[in-house]
């Protein structure tokens, strides 16, 4: 038996436990969070009492995955030591944060070249990791972001982000996750059966989809291939619905948690796109999710 593993990124404005309860009052069973402040380097530490009040709430809530992501600062690919080591440090914070709070996954942007090469950054993140996982014990796992190509960014191909994963000496603790605005904005094509099935083969082969752990639900305000990353809500922009229908109905993505990133003014908008997510799924799937229609 499987269970409906979906929801959206939520705010921890009050506190990191209010994200739990927003969650969860429009009917999440997966959020994702920012441990601190994503535009910050550093953050206070997290008290005993932020701990326990966030497990217990956890704990009584339907939520059943966390997903944490990483602050939008960090570039562990960056040529510039400064920047590179900063981000190290403030990888490790956010990892430290993770663990205490038993968050399985923190979703990282693997970095950006800059006036460098895509290459010798894919080396420096990869070199970064292996030091890090080495020196650093804990349970998280960090899922690489698979990226839409802009500006300098790395890892928008299923190559790259491979290239990456097979490198790395502790395989249980890298991961991907897979964002649908940026696979549609770097090229990929998943709107039709056919070429859904086609990119899933593709993906397979080359990555793995064992090593698949969160998907991101966006729709794209641009056109396929434009490298632009602006998410949209699920049906209003360019992937279409049909995407959505074949990711909702795949049995084997039943259990990798489906996270919404998509734009809103208010928790309305998450709820409004979970709705539409959820009157995709087909009589078949929702028996096997255990929903009564
Ligand atoms: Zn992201
Ligand atoms: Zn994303």
């Known amino acids: 038996m499987h269970t409906l593993l979906y929801g959206a990124h939520m ?28 535009r910050q380097w550093a953050s206070k530490k ?109 890892c928008s191909t299923f190559e790259q982000l491979a290239y990456i994963l097979n490198n790395i000496e502790d395989k249980n603790r890298l991961g991907f996750c897979f964002d649908t605005c940026h696979a549609w904005a770097s090229g990929y094509d998943f709107s039709t059966p056919k070429t859904y099935e086609q990119m899933w083969t593709h993906l397979d082969d080359i990555l793995s989809i064992e090593n698949l752990k969160v998907i991101h639900m966006n729709d794209s305000k641009n056109k396929r291939g434009s490298k632009v990353d602006r998410h949209e809500m699920i049906g209003k922009g360019l992937i279409g619905l049909t995407a959505f229908e074949l990711l909702m109905n795949d049995e084997r993505l039943f259990d990798i948690p489906k996270i919404l990133e998509t734009p809103k003014t208010s928790l309305l908008d998450d709820a409004y796109n979970m709705s539409i997510l959820k009157g995709l799924i087909r009589p078949y799937a929702l028996k096997k999710l255990g929903i009564k229609d």
Request: aromatic letters at 4%; charged letters at 20%.
């Open 11 to 38: 705010s921890i404005a009050g506190g990191i436990d209010k994200a739990i309860t927003a969650g969860e009052s429009i009917g999440c069973t997966t959020i994702q969070l920012f441990t601190k402040s994503n």
């Open 46 to 154: 997290l008290s005993p009492e932020d701990i326990a009040l966030f497990k217990d709430t956890l704990a009584k809530s339907s939520i059943k995955v966390i997903v944490s992501h990483t602050a939008y600062l960090i570039n562990i690919g960056s040529p510039v030591k400064d920047i590179e080591s900063k981000s190290m440090q403030s990888l490790i914070l956010e990892l430290d944060r993770c663990n205490e709070l038993s968050i399985p996954y923190l979703v990282l942007h693997p970095g950006s070249y800059l006036n460098t090469d895509p290459q010798s950054c894919l080396d420096r993140i990869t070199d970064n990791l292996n030091a890090l996982f080495k020196k650093h014990q804990g349970t998280t796992m960090i899922l690489l972001e698979l990226m839409s190509g802009q500006g300098s960014t790395v």
